[in-house]
């Protein structure tokens, strides 16, 4: 009878009510995440995942092993391939509940702040695609929880659990350094400054740093060219515009613009603590939101530092109801209730691949989240690829290439291409470019993403060979911006003279 009692406890108790709630949300991305194609970001990582090292020239290198792992478990699976991403938004929700426990939040509380965290866009989006981004925001949310502990226990052994996963995070996305200045912030003005006397937080300092040391040594080792990336990653997006909406992507895509009231109570909750005891996790949100906004970073960058804030707010909303005659309480609670399921619907719509291509739904969502037009052609293209270089003559094809121009079609060629006997795509871009062009270097290339006045300046002889096309019709950067596919002959210089040039980032 104890045991039934503890397994039901364990099944039905809070926690376990948690569990189910991130259960219940991973079995619902597996049978949606497949409805669309790779995005062009996930097949950079299924390439780079081909490559294991201790960095590459676009990220750190967590996620690019993560990859390996699921295209080992799942070959071509899209849902399978995206499992793990998915898997890191749900744990996410339930450390979000277990915040606002350790606030003081009972049942109801934990609840709201899973959901609230569940239904923000970023967590929706990175739900549905294999990217960094999704295991930085979990690293974000439990060092934060981590840190809870800390400050509630006054424990300093807690800085162990932090400082490991600062050095897992900074494995996975190099913003993670941005939270640690907020942290570090937050200790220096805070009463948690005491812990600097403390070994347990230097052994968690250099708990961070001996994780972190490998993708160091292999930053030092390539010029650090990540930096180098970031750089013009960033210039390019302020050029173009798209860190400009900052302010207004707070409220539209980092966090739900239905729960501002709950993340704005939560960080009032936590500036204005009593006993000042949890100020360091204002500290924690603050600083990196201004960093970010200083550097002039995009907005979605941010998403991390919301669910703290929904966790305490959530806590603080479950107080104020207690405070409530039961008719004002189960109508306040109806209110919340019923707008995050109405705001969950409508950001599901627009974050995650549920609108059937060509609908009037799709043209829709797919006006307002470019992403899943990146999301389609990618077999198309290969098969146009394959046609062309299957056409080429027979004394040409042991010295024939294929070059391509972006990530996306190159990665798209080698995830695709082997089905069709092509060879191993090269291009200039982030990584692909340290893998070089091969050994003897093709005679004859076919070209996708490069547009032609370089090929004419670069080669004797490119002729049009093709275009590229998707059964829907649907334009996006493939099809609107360089669908022409090229066979160049007749290199003007050296391979190693060209290579050095070819050099790019995006």
């Given at each position: ?44 990582l299924l390439e780079d995942a081909r490559y294991l ?338 056409g080429l003559p027979a004394n040409e094809k042991p ?49 996708v993403g490069v547009d032609a006045p370089y090929l ?51």
């Amino acid at each position: 009878m104890n045991a039934f009692r503890a397994g039901r406890t364990i099944l039905f108790g809070d926690t376990g009510i948690l569990v189910w709630l991130a259960l219940a949300k991973l079995i619902f991305h597996l049978f949606t995440n497949g409805a669309y194609g790779f995005h062009r970001d996930e097949l950079q990582l299924l390439e780079d995942a081909r490559y294991l090292d201790w960095g590459y020239v676009a990220y750190p290198p967590v996620t690019p092993f993560l990859a390996r792992i699921a295209r080992e478990l799942f070959g071509p699976s899209l849902v399978g391939v995206r499992l793990f991403a998915a898997l890191s938004q749900s744990i996410a929700l339930v450390v979000a509940g277990l915040i606002a426990r350790e606030l003081g939040g009972k049942r109801s509380a934990q609840i709201l702040a899973a959901m609230l965290v569940a239904i923000t866009p970023v967590s929706l989006s990175m739900s549905s695609m294999l990217m960094y981004v999704a295991f930085d925001y979990l690293w974000w949310v439990l060092i934060a929880y981590l840190t809870i502990r800390l400050l509630k226990s006054n424990d300093a052994r807690w800085w162990l659990g932090i400082g490991a996963v600062i050095g897992v995070g900074m494995m996975t996305k190099t913003t993670m350094a941005f939270f640690v200045v907020g942290i570090v912030v937050g200790v220096l003005l805070t009463a948690t400054r005491q812990h600097l006397k403390s070994k347990w937080l230097w052994l968690g300092v250099a708990l961070s740093l001996l994780i972190f040391l490998p993708n160091l040594v292999w930053q030092i080792q390539h010029q650090f060219v990540s930096l180098e990336f970031l750089g013009s990653i960033h210039e390019r997006d302020v050029r173009i515009g798209r860190t400009k909406d900052f302010l207004p992507d707070q409220l539209l895509t980092s966090a739900h613009p239905f729960t501002i009231p709950f993340w704005i109570a939560g960080l009032a909750f936590y500036v204005l603590s009593a006993g000042k005891r949890y100020r360091l996790i204002a500290w924690m949100a603050c600083v990196p939101f201004a960093l970010f906004w200083l550097a002039q970073g995009r907005g979605y960058y941010t998403g991390p530092i919301y669910p703290m804030l929904l966790a305490a707010g959530a806590a603080r909303f479950e107080s104020w109801v207690a405070t409530l005659t039961r008719g004002w309480a189960r109508a306040a609670q109806a209110m919340v209730w019923g707008v995050i399921v109405l705001g969950g619907v409508l950001i599901a719509l627009i974050a995650l691949p549920l609108a059937p291509i060509q609908s009037a739904l799709w043209t829709t969502v797919s006006d307002i989240n470019g992403e899943f037009r990146e999301q389609l052609g990618w077999e198309e293209l290969t098969q146009a690829v394959a046609e062309i270089y299957t056409g080429l003559p027979a004394n040409e094809k042991p010295r024939a290439g294929i070059l391509a121009g972006n990530y996306g079609e190159a990665g798209a060629l080698n995830w695709y291409g082997g089905a069709y006997g092509l060879p191993r795509a090269i291009s200039g871009i982030n990584s692909f470019w340290l893998r070089g062009y091969g050994a003897p270097p093709p005679e004859t290339l076919v070209v996708v993403g490069v547009d032609a006045p370089y090929l004419h300046s670069k080669f004797q002889a490119c002729v049009v060979a093709g275009r590229i096309t998707n059964r829907y019709n649907v334009l996006n950067e493939e099809t609107r911006d360089h669908p022409t596919i090229y066979v160049c002959r007749g290199l003007r210089q050296t391979w190693d003279e060209f290579w050095s040039q070819f050099r790019y980032f995006g």
